[in-house]
């Protein structure tokens, strides 16, 4: 299996993935006056990989908090 690259570990970019396929979707949506499902196919699917990173991202943040807590204690 492929590596992921280091930029998609970045939490700015995964918001600014989110932010730039909300405009996305807008833009289809209502100036080109595409269809409902064309515009959340093409939009929001990566918006929902963007949230999946983060959530992996905060997660693993946690469970290092958490791990690092459990150590000291």
Do not use: C, T
């Given at each position: 299996m492929?590596?992921?690259p ?49 959530k ?6 946690s ?6 807590f459990?150590i000291?204690?």
């Amino acid at each position: 299996m492929f590596e992921k690259p280091q930029i998609a570990n970045n939490k700015i970019f995964n918001i600014i993935l989110i932010v730039i396929r909300i405009l996305g979707f807008v833009l289809f949506y209502f100036v080109f006056d595409a269809g409902y499902l064309l515009s959340f196919i093409i939009a929001f699917v990566q918006v929902i990989v963007g949230i999946i990173n983060l959530k992996k991202k905060l997660s693993s943040v946690s469970d290092l908090f958490i791990g690092r807590f459990f150590i000291l204690s």
